[in-house]
C-alpha cells in the first residue's frame, strides 16, 4: 500500500520560507516522478512542480523564481521549498506520485500551511 | 499558463447521467492525450479517476468515463449515486513538462 505524508510548519511568517517534506512508504521513491499540489481555501487544485529522482524539475512558471525541490533517496523522502511566502501562499500541500505524463495516482492527505504573522 | 475552465457546478438525480467538460487551448488539452480526472471529497485525498483522456484506473467503476474533442475534455458519470457527490477537477500537460489543473466543478446528486 503505497502512502505519502506530508510534515513540516503549519505557520510561517511573511517573506519567509515555507519548508515541507513528504515521506512516501510502500513504493520506492526512485521508480517514479513526484509533484506538489495546493489547494488555497475556497480554490481549486494548483500545481507547483515536479521532480524525478534522477534530479530534474519542472516548476510552474507562475512560482518558478521561489520553488526549490529535492529528493533523498536513501530517506524516501520529498521536500518542498517555497520562498518569500505571502499571505497568498496559504493553502493545503499535497505531495504526490506521477503516473504516465500527467497523471496524480497516490497522494498525501495534505497540510494546511498557513502564512501569518 | 491559465487554468482550465470548467463548469462551477453540475447535477443530477440518483440513476442519471452527468457529463464535466473541461476546456482549455492547444497548448494543454487539445494538444496532448494528457488529461486526467480527479474527485475530492472534502478533507480527504484526491482521487484518480481518469488518466491519459480516457484510462480507469485499477477499483474505479466504469460507470466514470472520459473523452476528449478538440480543445474540450469530458468526464461522464452514468448510473449517479449518493456517494459521487464530491468536487471534481481536470488536469492537462500543458507543455514544458508542466501541468495545468481545472478551477473545479462540485457534483451535487439531488
Known amino acids: 500500500q503505497v502512502q505519502l505524508q506530508a510534515s513540516g510548519p503549519g505557520l510561517v511568517k511573511p517573506s519567509e520560507t515555507l519548508s515541507l517534506t513528504c515521506t512516501v512508504s510502500?513504493?520506492?521513491?526512485?521508480?517514479?516522478?513526484w509533484s506538489w499540489i495546493r489547494q488555497p481555501a475556497g480554490k481549486g487544485l494548483e500545481w507547483i512542480g515536479r521532480i524525478y529522482t534522477r534530479g530534474s524539475t519542472n516548476y510552474n512558471p507562475s512560482l518558478k523564481s521561489r520553488i526549490t525541490m529535492s529528493v533523498d533517496t536513501s530517506k524516501n523522502q520529498l521536500s518542498l521549498g517555497l520562498s518569500s511566502v505571502t499571505a497568498a501562499d496559504t493553502a493545503v500541500y499535497y505531495c504526490?506520485?506521477?503516473?504516465?505524463?500527467?497523471?496524480?495516482?497516490?497522494w498525501g492527505q495534505g497540510i494546511l500551511v498557513t502564512v501569518s504573522s | 499558463q491559465s487554468a482550465l475552465t470548467q463548469p462551477r457546478s453540475v447535477s443530477g438525480s440518483p440513476g442519471q447521467s452527468v457529463t464535466i467538460s473541461c476546456t482549455g487551448t492547444?497548448?494543454?488539452?487539445?494538444?496532448?492525450?494528457?488529461v486526467s480526472w480527479y474527485q475530492h471529497h472534502p478533507g480527504k485525498a484526491p482521487k484518480l479517476m481518469i488518466y491519459?483522456?480516457?484510462n480507469r484506473p485499477s477499483g474505479v467503476p466504469d460507470r466514470f468515463s472520459g473523452s476528449k474533442s478538440g480543445n474540450t475534455a469530458s468526464l461522464t458519470i452514468s448510473g449517479l449515486q449518493a456517494d459521487d457527490e464530491a468536487e471534481y477537477y481536470c488536469c492537462s500537460h500543458a507543455g514544458s513538462d508542466t501541468s495545468v489543473f481545472g478551477g473545479g466543478t462540485s457534483l451535487t446528486v439531488l
Open positions: 492547444s497548448s494543454d488539452v487539445g494538444g496532448y492525450k494528457y
Open positions: 491519459e483522456v480516457s
Open positions: 510502500g513504493a520506492f521513491i526512485s521508480s517514479h516522478y
Open positions: 504526490a506520485r506521477g503516473l504516465g505524463n500527467t497523471a496524480f495516482d497516490y
